[in-house]
């Protein structure tokens, strides 16, 4: 009888471990198909060979983890080579109606820590997916901004779009950025969001021209352009609007004079420095004053 109890206590501590025991597919697709028929969100897990992936292995394998995270997730576990990048070990939460709800790597987090973590990001996710999907235009730029720092490609498109369409101007600019990275200067698409902030804008009171002429600075910095066409965008805007801007002015100077002096262009970026000091506030004088004392030498070396 006492065998008997005993073997029935076994197989009932058994049967509870068993329960709280989280399953981990090897195949992705069979994974979504468990993650759709739950209606949950699927974690898949990137493994590598590192000491991160082992720290994460072990905080999976806790108990409390397996108790509480085997009803929120499906999981799947993988090898980085199926990862589409070099980021591993990571963990990728998806909604597969709509992609990724987030990424994150190895973190110092005790099971419970990672798991409010990980809701948080839902949380986060799912309000983000209200404001994307919502007929309304609602918090806009607070859901566009946490989906870029999330990592919700999908939504971060959606509502980069929807804010876009409504003449918005931090979503135009946005836009603009975005195209600007993907895209020639001669891009049509590119070329008529520049032209409706422009018109939106005449004045600049918006900043927009200012944000346009950084934006396109930055992209010919990138590009084999040489520095005086480099420096156009920013030129023209001093010419346009420069005296008008107290605020920024001294920064395109700055701007200027730092990409020249990268170019060993000292002479011209001591010229601009100083334009930069004369519009500066107090504050940050004292700095660029440093700077000029900086290039003076390098002018005369160079001469």
Same mark, same amino acid.
């Given at each position: 009888?006492?065998?008997?109890?005993?073997?029935?206590?076994?197989?009932?501590?058994?049967?509870?471990?068993?329960?709280?025991?989280?399953?981990?597919?090897?195949?992705?697709?069979?994974?979504?198909?468990?993650?759709?028929?739950?209606?949950?969100?699927?974690?898949? %897990?990137?493994?590598?060979?590192?000491?991160?992936?082992?720290?994460?292995?072990?905080?999976?394998?806790?108990?409390?983890?397996? @108790?509480?995270? @085997?009803?929120?997730?499906?999981?799947?576990?993988?090898?980085?080579?199926?990862?589409?990048?070099? %980021?591993?070990?990571?963990?990728?939460?998806?909604?597969?109606?709509?992609?990724?709800?987030?990424?994150?790597?190895?973190?110092?987090?005790?099971?419970?820590?990672?798991?409010?973590?990980?809701?948080?990001?839902?949380?986060?996710?799912?309000?983000?997916?209200?404001?994307?999907?919502?007929?309304?235009?609602?918090?806009?730029?607070?859901?566009?901004?946490?989906?870029?720092?999330?990592?919700?490609?999908?939504?971060?498109?959606?509502?980069?779009?929807?804010?876009?369409?409504?003449?918005?101007?931090? %979503? =135009?600019?946005?836009?603009?950025?975005?195209?600007?990275?993907?895209?020639?200067?001669?891009?049509?698409?590119?070329?008529?969001?520049?032209?409706?902030?422009?018109?939106?804008?005449?004045?600049?009171?918006?900043?927009?021209?200012?944000?346009?002429?950084?934006?396109?600075?930055?992209?010919?910095?990138?590009?084999?352009?040489?520095?005086?066409?480099?420096?156009?965008? =920013?030129?023209?805007?001093?010419?346009?609007?420069?005296?008008?801007?107290?605020?920024?002015?001294?920064?395109?100077?700055?701007?200027?004079?730092?990409?020249?002096?990268?170019?060993?262009?000292?002479?011209?970026?001591?010229?601009?420095?100083?334009?930069?000091?004369?519009?500066?506030?107090?504050?940050?004088?004292?700095?660029?004053?440093?700077?000029?004392?900086?290039?003076?030498?390098?002018?005369?070396?160079?001469?």
């Amino acid at each position: 009888m006492t065998i008997r109890i005993l073997v029935l206590s076994i197989l009932f501590c058994f049967n509870i471990l068993y329960a709280e025991t989280i399953t981990w597919y090897s195949n992705l697709e069979k994974a979504k198909q468990i993650a759709l028929k739950s209606k949950k969100p699927l974690l898949v %897990f990137y493994k590598d060979q590192s000491n991160w992936s082992s720290k994460m292995e072990k905080l999976f394998e806790d108990p409390f983890f397996q @108790k509480k995270a @085997k009803s929120l997730f499906a999981f799947c576990k993988l090898d980085k080579k199926l990862s589409n990048s070099s %980021f591993t070990p990571k963990v990728t939460l998806l909604d597969l109606d709509y992609g990724v709800i987030t990424e994150v790597g190895y973190m110092p987090f005790s099971s419970e820590k990672y798991l409010v973590y990980l809701q948080d990001k839902i949380v986060n996710y799912l309000q983000i997916k209200q404001v994307a999907l919502s007929s309304k235009s609602i918090d806009l730029k607070k859901a566009y901004l946490n989906a870029l720092e999330q990592g919700c490609l999908h939504f971060q498109k959606e509502i980069l779009n929807k804010g876009a369409s409504q003449n918005i101007p931090f %979503f =135009l600019l946005a836009k603009f950025e975005s195209l600007l990275q993907t895209s020639s200067m001669e891009d049509a698409e590119m070329f008529a969001i520049k032209e409706q902030m422009q018109k939106l804008d005449p004045k600049n009171l918006q900043k927009l021209h200012y944000g346009i002429a950084i934006l396109e600075f930055q992209k010919l910095a990138f590009s084999p352009a040489g520095e005086k066409e480099v420096i156009v965008p =920013l030129l023209n805007y001093i010419e346009q609007y420069g005296k008008k801007d107290k605020k920024d002015l001294w920064k395109v100077h700055l701007t200027i004079s730092q990409y020249l002096s990268g170019k060993k262009k000292y002479h011209e970026a001591l010229f601009y420095c100083r334009e930069s000091y004369k519009s500066a506030p107090k504050k940050i004088k004292g700095k660029i004053l440093e700077t000029i004392k900086y290039l003076k030498p390098k002018v005369k070396v160079n001469k």
